[in-house]
């Protein structure tokens, strides 16, 4: 039993080191951005080939307070021409910037919000909006309307179809509502080598009834907590405050396993492998200097003996 503190300090020090060294390397590879902590969305370790300096166009400013432009016009997922004002006025709504035919990351992304959503007891529709605009003004309401099926079933409640509106648009409007948001994007190669696909960071905001940003959620996993205190908050016109993360990136395109990468991903990957070296060294350290002390004290009540 001589050996329980050392496996209680090991325990403990390598839930303090993993958790310090997978901060320290996201912070590392975003060493500028905002947000807050969450999954890092693409588990594909692919071999870079797109310069990581891609990354400088490309972010999220949070702009708590900025009045969305409502007179936007969108296409929504039956075809039909809509205002962006039409899902504001009496409730607030979770806008999401992304594209329909994003490789992995955007599925990330809203594959996060609708676990989240499953577990908050606000109904869309009834007490807020759930608004996906795309950022590719060369997708349509066929892709909208098979995402948006997509996403209502894996959310569970078909009745709540009326919350949740997945729009397209001419690039004109995408460029004024991405600005408005503070949303940062880039073109990128893909398989073709035609700038087909974006670099882009994952991120949602919360809106209030007044089509005013309250609230940034950063990253691909969402809190329900900190979503249905966001949600009540925009409600009553409350701007929340800036949050401080790691942003999730998705940009480049690797030809030879036809997959998207991020760095992020290799970041922290890099930062496992040397939290089991740190640790392996440790628990031997550790279990050396037991092995020493106890075999002193035998030496000791034997020559006392």
């Known amino acids: ?61 949070q702009h708590l307070n900025e009045q969305l432009p409502l007179n936007l016009v969108f296409t929504d997922d039956a075809g039909k021409q809509m205002q962006l004002g039409s ?21 990330e992304e809203l594959d996060g919000l609708t676990s989240a959503l ?26 909208a309307a098979a995402k948006k099926r997509s996403y209502l079933k894996r959310y569970g409640h078909p009745e709540t179809a009326n ?17 408005a948001v503070g949303f ?4 990128i190669p893909g398989p073709d080598g035609k700038l087909t696909q974006y670099a882009h960071a994952s991120a949602i905001q919360i809106v209030t009834p007044e089509g005013k940003l ?24 409350r701007i929340g405050s800036p949050v401080d993360n790691i942003l999730t990136y998705c940009y480049h395109y690797d030809p030879q396993t036809n997959t998207h990468s991020l760095i992020v991903a290799r970041v922290v990957q890099l930062g496992g492998f040397i939290t089991v070296v740190l640790l392996g060294g440790f628990m031997v350290v550790m279990l050396r200097r037991d092995y020493r002390q106890a075999h002193s004290t035998d030496k000791e009540t034997k020559v006392n003996g």
């Open 1 to 61: 039993m001589q050996y329980a503190g050392t496996i209680r300090r090991i325990w403990h020090s390598t839930a303090l080191s993993t958790a310090g060294l997978v901060a320290l390397c996201l912070a590392c590879a975003a060493p500028a951005a905002k947000a807050q902590v969450a999954g890092y969305g693409d588990k594909s370790m692919g071999p870079a080939n797109t310069s990581p300096g891609v990354l400088k166009d490309v972010g999220i400013a």
């Open 87 to 107: 899902y504001f006025g009496k409730k607030p709504a979770i806008l999401a910037l992304v594209y329909y035919k994003c490789p992995m990351l955007c599925s």
């Open 184 to 187: 940062r994007y880039v073109k």
């Open 163 to 179: 919350g949740w509106h997945f729009l397209t648009g001419t690039q004109p409007n995408i460029d004024a509502l991405t600005n």
């Open 118 to 143: 499953q577990m908050v007891r606000f109904v869309p529709g009834k007490d807020f909006n759930v608004v996906v605009v795309s950022i590719d003004p060369t997708e349509g309401p066929e892709l």
């Open 214 to 237: 309250a609230q940034y959620y950063m990253g691909v996993e969402y809190s329900p907590k900190d979503l249905l205190l966001g949600l009540n908050e925009a409600s009553s016109n």
